[in-house]
Each structure stands twice: as C-alpha cells, then as structure tokens.
C-alpha cells in the first residue's frame, strides 16, 4: 500500500492584534489567518512502531522524536505511523510549520478534538482558510469573504522564539480588529488590511533587527507585514506575474533569504 500524502501549507497572519494577557501568561489575539500554496508535505502509512523521517531543504534541526509535532499528533490520534516530512518551511519562522504538520496528522485522521493541547496555531491549522482567530487561538470563524492573494513570502534566516518575542511585547492590551469587510474587493480589503496591525512585529524587530530590511525588500508589495511572531514577512500583490517579479529582484539582492512567490488558499 502507498503512503498517503498530505499538504501541510504555511499559515500567515495578514493582522495580528493582542487584546490581552490570560492569568497562564497566554496572550488574547485578534488575527486574521490565511494559508498558502507553499508548505511542507508528508506521507503517512500504519506501522508497528513510531517512525519520522524529516527531508527537504529546512530538516537540519528538526527533531525527530516525539519532540515533533507531527509525533505527537499521532499519539494523540492513537496512531503508528512510519511518517516522512518534506520540510520545505523554515522553522521557528512565524508561519506555522510545525502546527501546520500536526494539523495534518490530526486531519487526516479525524482527531480534531486533540489540535489545541498541542499547541495555540494547531486548531486554526486544521482548516487551511481564511479565518479570524481569537482568544489563545481556538475561537474560530471563517472569512468568507477574504479575497485570494498573491503573495511573496520573505524570511531572513534568523530564527526567532515566540516568547521572547511576546515578553519584548510593552502594551499588552492593544484594540483588536476592526469589522471585516463584508465584501471580496480586493481593493477594499487592502485599504482595511492597512488599517490594521501586527502588534508582535515591534518586539520581533527588537530581537531580530534584519526584519526592517526584510520590510523594506518588500517595498513594492501593496502590502508587506511581518507573519506571526516573525521573522517572516509577506507581501501582497496584484498578480502572481508581480509576485513572480518581486521575488526574483529580492531573491537577487539576497541569495541567502528564503524567497518565495505563491497564492493563498480560497475560502471556497
Ligand atoms: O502554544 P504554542 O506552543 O504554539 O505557543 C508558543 C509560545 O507562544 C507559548 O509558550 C507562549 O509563550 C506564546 N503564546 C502566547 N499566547 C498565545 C500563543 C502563544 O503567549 N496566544
């Protein structure tokens, strides 16, 4: 029998407020998520023991163990597996890896109820679509009227730690989002995306100050922010050509950069 694949896509946060801090010390979010065409795959078959191969340009460093998501989804789907993963996501990179391989574990095998004890980005993971996030992560909506996007996708190596990034975080409780819109104009949404914010994208630029640069190389997106807790940063654009364009001129300028051109995934 073959193994069966699956697409683990890189999840982005076009706006990312934080409205708050629980007793636990987990922050209250407001953010809306998008996934998109470029992600990790896997391949997963039933076995007599636990298995993990991790492949692709970003393995080194990836844990093999049950320290990997991926692992632990499968324990808590009550599952063996001999299981590949072609990491093709940098790690600690603000867009999910992680989550987004252990979403698909858990998808697969329809253990869904398990997603947030392993981790506040896994529920939204589960269901690679426009949606809006709040509270630690798990109270979830979908954008129904959230355009695609093409998008270049903009990381410069640095791995950055999401505590440190919410502990350099000064004002905890920050508005959160307005309304969406309620309608698909992409111009209408670009116009409200502006209004909003990544309050993480500060504290991230404290640790990690190559992130103004990787703003800046974005310059002719319509909009460039940084994805969760960074370092990575997307930019939005009008076609997939001036995507296309826009990561072969930042590709150039720097060859060491994780550069990447891709779409969004529909809400429909
Ligand atoms: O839940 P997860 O392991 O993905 O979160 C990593 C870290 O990010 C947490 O240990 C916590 O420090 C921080 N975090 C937070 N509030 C959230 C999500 C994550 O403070 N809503």
Not at 57 to 82: E, F, I, Q, S
Not at 85 to 111: C, M, Q, T, W, Y
Not at 181 to 187: E, F, G, N, V, Y
Request: hydrophobic letters at 45%; proline letters at 7%.
């Amino acid at each position: 029998m073959k193994p069966t694949e699956a697409f683990a896509p890189a999840k982005i946060n076009l706006t990312l407020h934080v409205t708050g801090q629980r007793d636990d010390g987990y922050h209250l979010l407001d953010s809306l998520v998008v996934f998109a065409d470029i992600g990790d795959r896997l391949w997963l078959e039933p076995a007599d023991t636990m298995h993990l191969e991790v492949t692709g340009p970003y393995a080194r460093g990836v844990p093999t163990d049950n320290r990997n998501l991926m692992w632990r989804a499968a324990v808590a789907a009550g599952v063996t597996l001999c299981m590949r993963l072609e990491k093709n996501l940098p790690s600690g990179a603000g867009i999910g890896g992680g989550s987004s391989d252990a979403a698909a574990v858990l998808r697969h095998f329809g253990a869904v109820d398990d997603a947030e004890a392993l981790g506040a980005d896994v529920p939204v993971c589960l269901n690679p679509l426009p949606q809006r996030m709040r509270g630690i992560g798990a109270e979830l909506s979908v954008a129904q009227t959230c355009p695609q996007w093409d998008m270049v996708l903009v990381n410069p190596g640095v791995e950055v730690l999401t505590p440190q990034v919410f502990q350099a975080l000064t004002s905890k409780e920050n508005t959160p989002m307005d309304a969406l819109p309620d309608t698909p104009s992409r111009s209408l949404w670009l116009d409200w995306l502006a209004l909003q914010r990544n309050d993480l994208e500060a504290p991230a630029t404290l640790c990690a100050p190559v992130i103004v640069s990787v703003l800046h190389s974005l310059i002719d997106a319509r909009l460039a922010r940084m994805s969760g807790s960074g370092a990575t940063c997307f930019g939005l654009f009008d076609s997939p050509a001036d995507a296309q364009a826009a990561a072969t001129v930042i590709k150039a300028n720097h060859p060491d950069w994780w550069v990447v051109a891709g779409r969004t995934l529909a809400s429909k």
